[in-house]
């Protein structure tokens, strides 16, 4: 799911950790749902990546490595859900939710876009190098600090969008996005931020309250692009 900034119409399917508003945030369904979520988000980004290199007919290093964490990640799901009893009875084989925002690469007319600068902030490793992988066309840099982050940024770095996790150790999204008002405004409104969810009642305002862009894990990366070729193509804001 997309949430676009300044804009009602919402893309995919609603997550369902994010309560509604006065309903009090309840933590342990909330962190079950992130913990499923994170891998989740892993498998279909790296399928993403896989599929788009079969049809182009390559098989390289890096085809090899998105197969490998793709495999990592449905094990650590087969765990969280033989532990809930969810594994299919006749196969044995965890039940992944349909609704998984997944979808065929779609390469558009073959146009390269501008190659724009994405840094991604995630303390999750794989999710990082899926991130990079599904957005191959771009300039991707790659962190799993918020303070590595913010480093960057008081250092001169600039990039056109800056994906970042809300639920990280150190210093969460909510924080590092404070702190990026305070040294690189511009920069503040690049960030597009990527979660599974709100575990905390102060992650959960952050979200309700935040004028950026939030996707919802697991992620489509289809419309991950698209709206980074569309930001491209409208100049900066």
């Known amino acids: 799911m997309v949430k676009e900034s300044g804009a009602s119409e919402a893309v995919g399917v609603a997550p369902p950790s994010s309560p509604p508003p006065g309903e009090p945030l309840d933590?342990?369904?909330?962190?079950l749902l992130h913990d499923i979520r994170n891998p989740l988000a892993i498998v279909t980004a790296n399928l993403d990546f896989v599929l788009g290199e079969l049809e182009a007919g390559r098989?390289?290093?890096?085809?090899?490595?998105?197969?490998?964490?793709?495999?990592?990640a449905a094990e650590r799901l087969s765990v969280i859900t033989d532990g809930l009893g969810m594994q299919s009875s006749e196969t044995g084989e965890p039940t992944i939710p349909a609704?998984?925002?997944?979808?065929r690469p779609q390469r558009g007319s073959g146009t390269r876009?501008?190659?724009?600068?994405?840094?991604?902030?995630d303390d999750e490793p794989a999710l990082g190098a899926a991130l990079r992988r599904s957005l191959r066309d771009y300039d991707v840099v790659v962190t799993v600090s918020g303070r590595d982050a913010l480093a960057r940024l008081a250092k001169g770095e600039r990039f056109d969008f800056i994906l970042c996790d809300l639920t990280m150790p150190a210093m969460g999204g909510d924080e590092l996005y404070l702190q990026i008002q305070g040294v690189a405004p511009d920069q503040a409104q690049a960030m597009v931020f990527i979660t599974a969810g709100a575990t905390t009642d102060r992650a959960r305002r952050f979200l309700e309250n935040v004028p950026n862009p939030i996707i919802y894990k697991p992620y489509?990366?289809?419309?991950?692009?698209?709206m980074i070729r569309k930001r491209v193509a409208s100049g900066p804001r």
């Open 27 to 31: 933590p342990p369904r909330a962190k």
């Open 59 to 72: 098989s390289s290093d890096e085809f090899q490595a998105a197969l490998q964490d793709a495999r990592d």
């Open 99 to 103: 609704a998984t925002g997944f979808a």
């Open 113 to 121: 876009p501008r190659m724009a600068r994405v840094l991604v902030v």
């Open 220 to 226: 489509d990366a289809t419309e991950l692009r698209e």
